[in-house]
């Protein structure tokens, strides 16, 4: 009996703690995972290869770490004007290959970094490396290409069921994702951006509490993402022999 009060009494003291380690930062993560594929069609402008010795993966992209209130489910912006220090953050292994801006004209992505962090790197709680590593080791955890792929599911112009898409993802993560659908060719919904949410520990994949909704087909088309859709500078060299081996080594 008084084992059992002793427990009940640890048990208390846990859900407890954790409710208070929720309160004190009060906030929870959203990542976004753009297909470039998608991105490269659905653009007027196309895509371009990055200005970078660093060739962007054949894979998703972080486009997005948001950090949302916990109270109001509203993204939190802007929250501080600590600098960002892009010497720190160009170190971190992974981070030009998979959270990489393919935006015409070509550009080195610093802009896109800086604004994240401005936006929502700030209301964190992180300092600006430990914030975009954290994005970057998420989506290796949620590594959505090889999850679909190991379901049958390949960016080869095939229509796939949206239902199927979401259980390929859940059944690696743990989470339903949200998926964002574009208009692609022949006015087709298209596989464009999947979001996932984090708890507080910027580690822990959740539930999105407040999920936004999206407008797809059932049935969705996974396009292609082949190297010609990015567009060369006139100085690049040996840009298609990297991605000939990045795309190989992704195994379709
Ligand atoms: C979340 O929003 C509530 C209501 O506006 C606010 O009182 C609270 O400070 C916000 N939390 C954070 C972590 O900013």
Redesign the pocket.
Known sequence: MAFRRALLCLLGMLIASSAIAVSD???YYQIGLMWPGAYCVQTTGGCCMPKSPIVPAADFYVSGFTVL????D?P?TS?SSTPFNSDEILGISGLRQYWSNIKCPSNNGQKSWKSAWKTSGVCSGLDDKAYFQAAIALRSKINPLSRLVSKGIKPDFGLYSLEKIKKAIQAGTGVAPLIQCSKGPFDKFQLYQIFICVAEDAKTLIECPKPQKFTCSDEILFHPFKKWMLKQAASSVSFAEAFEMAGAAMGY
Not at 69 to 72: I, L, M, S, V
């Open positions: 930062s009060g906030i209130n916990a109270t109001t509203a939190e929250c």
